[in-house]
């Protein structure tokens, strides 16, 4: 059974960094896809950074380019998210999804992932 597991979430002031780290495990073969999604209070779930697995090519969100950077370490099957300059607006909880189908870099919800994690606060204040 496919788990993924978020971790490195928190509160810190606009400004600050945080690093998210999302542990796979229980994969027979390696998903297509990998990504962090958010979604807040009253908003829709929003895709934040993506990345294939199997290239370098990635998607980031227009609101984090330049500020956020999706990396992956696939002997480890971990992925992360290196978040600097936090603003209050990426005050979210934090999803690592993964998709086990072939799938493209864009924006979206996520809903065709099949794979998600519990979730991660992160709360930026200012």
């Known amino acids: 059974q496919v788990q993924l597991v978020e971790s490195g979430g928190g509160s810190v002031q606009a400004g600050g960094s945080l690093r998210l780290s999302c542990a796979a495990s229980?994969?027979?073969?390696?998903?297509?896809?990998m990504g962090w999604f958010r979604q807040a209070p009253g908003k829709r779930r929003e895709a934040v950074a993506i990345i294939y697995t199997g290239g370098s090519s990635t998607y980031y969100a227009d609101s984090v380019k330049g500020r956020f950077t999706i990396s992956r370490d696939n002997a480890k099957n971990t992925l992360y998210l290196q978040m600097n300059s936090l603003k209050p607006e990426d005050t979210a909880m934090y999803y690592c999804a993964a998709d086990d189908t072939p799938c493209t870099l864009r924006a979206g919800a996520g809903n065709d992932y099949n794979y998600w994690g519990q979730g991660t606060q992160v709360t930026v204040s200012s």
């Open positions: 229980g994969y027979t073969s390696r998903p297509y896809c």
